[in-house]
């Protein structure tokens, strides 16, 4: 790709914002459906953006664990869909901060729960610097030259 990627394109910005959050939400009910369903626990939508989880061992694994297999996947995903390694933090800010609000929205107050603003700050900075690390990596990926003869 020979395009610049520090060109101001709110249209590129807002479809890789779209994205991340997709693939957040995505791996993260798929992977709180698998745990429930392996824990012999009943899923319910409200797992994902609820913080009441936290006060329960078993629910707060679940919901940790979860969050943590959807960091590194996002980590992924961000290496390909955002392909710029200083842009890693703001996106894993921008996904995460939309999950505070709509957690918010959906719990009706701000979350106070400590384990909940740990987990998640947690597996923020953990999904930027992966999704830095593997950015990195892409753009280093040694370009082939072609010999001419």
Not at 70 to 81: E, G, Q, R
Not at 106 to 135: D, H, R
Request: proline content about 2%; charged content about 15%; aromatic content about 18%.
């Amino acid at each position: 790709r020979h395009e610049r990627m520090d060109v101001w394109d709110p249209k590129r910005i807002i479809s890789q914002i779209l994205t991340m959050q997709f693939i957040f939400y995505a791996v993260l009910f798929v992977a709180i459906a698998f745990f429930d369903i392996f824990s012999g626990q009943e899923f319910f939508i409200g797992q994902v953006f609820t913080y009441d989880v936290f006060t329960s061992v078993q629910s707060a694994w679940i919901s940790i664990t979860s969050l943590i297999m959807d960091s590194i996947t996002c980590a992924f995903a961000l290496s390909y869909v955002v392909q710029s390694a200083k842009k890693c933090l703001d996106f894993s800010a921008t996904v995460f901060l939309f999950h505070l609000m709509f957690s918010w929205i959906y719990m009706k107050s701000f979350p106070t729960v400590w384990q909940w603003w740990l987990t998640n700050l947690s597996c923020m900075i953990f999904m930027a610097i992966l999704g830095e690390y593997l950015c990195q990596r892409r753009e280093l990926k040694k370009i082939p030259l072609v010999s001419i003869v």
